[in-house]
């Protein structure tokens, strides 16, 4: 689906969708619980959809009810399966690299598949770790297939690649029967995801320690209990409303919790920091899925700002370095990649032109925003990349007044 927008400033009241990662999060939990659980405000997005596929093949049934979900745990109980489960992850990070341990915890491995780029991204980590306990991994044709099943113990793994591995194991490893630590070789990026995820551990009773002075989490065998929760709403999604705000729209964002342990909250306080005139700097390593909207922001600012910190950006839906600097130049922008950073010089106004979605979510939402300030229109291939994460965004971008037409 290829849209074409009229340039127009947006106003209104808007709140964006539940945060996909939390949701991902409580739905496992739930998957794995010696009950039913029930999570409201939880958003069928693609994403969200691979996740709830997943948790069916590991034998949890959901239903879907008023603003929400119902989901029947495993219990946590180490099934046999005639033959290995098959996990569909679609085109979702998170559910593939959350459900390759727990795969190994809950049974005996499984075959993991994918669409787009989703089964080139790295597992090394996990591969790494598998090599030395009796796991067998297989890659072929784009399918993953492990079998085997991990054991307690110490799991040592690098920081600096994705924090969903971390998340991945802390979600697997209380259903062994003895204690396992998972140690930090780097410093560990994206922290707030994990913090994130031992908070939605500790709603189905799953203690997890973690010893900040070694960079250490300490998991001991535990059975996840059902839980009611909501879902609150994704700070991801927010900063694009917020860069439209920084671009001169009237949006007014609602719903969101300050106290969130959502790390992309800090997008309040980039958006500050490139609302002002001068050069600037902003660290993308604990914040990575931030840098579409914080690149439109700095697009049309007075002086140059450089974006740090941004290698991982390169395994994602996209290269979103380069998919994102050609979005801007393709606009009449000005940006040059480095191998981790990304710089952009401020404009006095975008030109419009055609922009490549690149089947990439983050980059059609953003350069739906930087059409607000553009002379001309602009038009985006692949628009429909937003169901990826946030389905309702056309509708919302409409009713604020955005003029889009779809070819």
């Known amino acids: 689906m290829d849209v074409c927008i009229q340039p127009r400033r947006l106003s209104g009241p808007v709140t964006p969708p539940p945060?996909?990662?939390?949701?991902?999060?409580?739905?496992?939990?739930?998957?794995?619980?010696?009950?039913?659980s029930t999570i409201r405000h939880a958003d069928f997005s693609q994403d969200i959809e691979a996740t709830l596929r997943c948790a069916q093949a590991l034998g949890a049934q959901w239903t879907a009810v008023e603003d929400g979900l119902r989901i029947s745990g495993i219990g946590g109980i180490r099934q046999p399966f005639g033959d290995l489960p098959r996990f569909d992850c679609g085109e979702s990070g998170s559910t593939l690299r959350f459900f390759i341990p727990i795969s190994l915890t809950a049974g005996q491995g499984g075959v993991f598949s994918?669409?787009?780029?989703?089964?080139?991204?790295?597992?090394?980590?996990?591969?790494?770790?598998?090599?030395?306990?009796?796991?067998?991994?297989?890659?072929?044709?784009?399918?993953?297939?492990?079998?085997?099943?991990?054991?307690?113990?110490?799991?040592?793994l690098p920081g600096n690649v994705s924090s969903q591995f971390f998340t991945g194991l802390l979600?697997?490893?209380p259903l062994l029967d003895g204690p396992s630590t998972v140690v930090s070789t780097t410093?560990?990026?994206?922290?707030a995801y994990v913090t994130m995820t031992m908070g939605v551990l500790e709603r189905a009773f799953v203690p997890v320690r973690f010893f900040p002075g070694n960079d250490t989490f300490q998991i001991t065998p535990a059975i996840y209990q059902p839980f009611d929760t909501a879902v609150e709403a994704d700070w991801s999604q927010a900063a694009f409303w917020c860069a439209a705000q920084t671009l001169g729209s009237t949006v007014r964002i609602r719903g969101m919790e300050n106290g969130s342990f959502?790390?992309?909250?800090?997008v309040v306080a980039h958006a500050g920091t490139?609302?002002?005139?001068?050069?600037?700097?902003?660290?993308?390593?604990?914040?990575?899925?931030?840098?579409?909207?914080?690149?439109?922001?700095?697009?049309?600012?007075?002086?140059?700002?450089?974006?740090?910190?941004?290698a991982r950006l390169r395994l994602k839906e996209s290269d979103r370095l380069s998919t994102v600097c050609e979005m801007l130049t393709d606009l009449g922008g000005e940006a040059e990649q480095g191998p981790d950073t990304l710089t952009v010089h401020g404009v006095d106004q975008l030109s419009g032109g055609i922009v490549d979605g690149a089947n990439?979510?983050?980059?059609?939402m953003a350069a739906a925003i930087a059409a607000t300030r553009c002379r001309g229109p602009v038009v985006i291939r692949g628009g429909e990349?937003?169901?990826?994460?946030?389905?309702?965004?056309?509708r919302e971008y409409e009713r604020l007044g955005g003029d889009v037409r779809v070819l």
Not at 125 to 132: A, K, Q, V
Not at 262 to 266: E, L, N, S
Not at 385 to 394: D, E, I, L, N, R
């Open 19 to 36: 945060s996909k990662s939390m949701a991902h999060r409580f739905v496992i939990a739930a998957a794995l619980a010696a009950g039913t």
């Open 171 to 173: 979600l697997a490893l």
């Open 262 to 266: 959502q790390g992309d909250r800090i």
């Open 360 to 364: 990439d979510h983050r980059i059609v």
């Open 274 to 310: 490139l609302s002002g005139a001068g050069t600037a700097t902003i660290d993308l390593s604990n914040c990575p899925d931030l840098l579409p909207p914080l690149a439109v922001m700095a697009a049309l600012r007075r002086g140059d700002t450089r974006f740090v910190g941004a």
């Open 114 to 156: 994918g669409r787009g780029r989703l089964m080139e991204r790295p597992q090394h980590p996990y591969l790494d770790l598998f090599r030395n306990r009796n796991i067998s991994c297989t890659q072929e044709n784009g399918v993953l297939t492990l079998e085997g099943q991990l054991t307690p113990g110490e799991y040592r």
């Open 187 to 191: 410093a560990l990026e994206s922290a």
């Open 385 to 394: 990349a937003v169901k990826k994460s946030y389905p309702g965004f056309w």
